[in-house]
């Protein structure tokens, strides 16, 4: 059992930067896989990226690729995503999810847990 929050969103103007986190709290965050999705207004769960709980396998949605990194430091128990480059489509809110399992999939529903969510607006 894993609990999970994020933090690090906000506002920015296009081309701008964030660093979201994810802490975790509960045993075994060293053994999940982590990902990030985000949800905009009227829109269904999107993948964002993954990462694997060794962190030598890591997977981005097409629109992520170039733009965002996913990171972890499983001595902190945080997981990260760093977004560079942001642009209005990226606003969202964007939650961090864990699954146990050594797959880094895309589908939100392979994944069992789920912190609140933290916002995210890109104006342009």
């Known amino acids: 059992q894993v609990q999970l929050v994020e933090s690090g969103g906000g506002l920015v103007q296009t081309g701008g930067s964030l660093r979201l986190s994810c802490a975790a709290s509960?045993?075994?965050?060293?053994?999940?896989?982590m990902g990030w999705f985000r949800q905009a207004p009227g829109k269904e769960r999107e993948f964002v990226a993954a990462?694997?709980?060794?962190?030598?396998?890591?997977y981005y949605a097409d629109s992520a690729k170039g733009r965002f990194t996913i990171s972890r430091d499983n001595t902190k128990n945080t997981a990260y995503l760093q977004m560079n480059s942001l642009k209005p489509e990226d606003t969202a809110v964007y939650y961090c999810?864990?699954?146990?399992?050594?797959?880094?999939?895309?589908?939100?529903?392979?994944?069992?847990?789920w912190g609140q969510g933290t916002q995210v607006a890109v104006s342009s």
């Open positions: 999810a864990a699954r146990s399992g050594q797959n880094l999939y895309s589908d939100y529903r392979s994944y069992g847990y």
């Open positions: 509960g045993r075994g965050f060293s053994t999940y896989v």
């Open positions: 990462i694997s709980w060794s962190v030598s396998r890591t």
